[in-house]
């Protein structure tokens, strides 16, 4: 289920006429809200997309620093108490 409001007016931008000049909106002629729903479904299938790569890169990016991180430090030294601060502050 879509937000109408949202979906309205976060794409009707590119369905309005730029050349009408009242007070309020005027659509393009033959734009219909298939099309402004269609544009919407593209950009949400768009943003998964990218987002699902992101998360990839970022999973990765991660791995490669913590591997890096562990051939210059050690790989056990999350296990050494000594390297944490355990003393508890008020506050």
Do not use: C, W
């Amino acid at each position: 289920m879509e937000n109408y409001y949202n979906l309205i007016n976060g794409y009707k931008g590119l369905f309005l006429d730029p050349s009408y000049k009242g007070t309020d909106e005027q659509y393009l002629p033959n734009t219909n809200f298939n099309e402004i729903y269609a544009l919407y479904r593209f950009d949400r299938e768009l943003r998964s997309l990218f987002l699902r790569y992101i998360l990839q890169i970022e999973n990765n990016v991660k791995s490669v620093l913590a591997h890096k991180f562990s051939e210059q430090y050690g790989h056990d030294n999350y296990l050494k108490v000594a390297n944490f601060e355990t003393s508890l502050k008020k506050g």
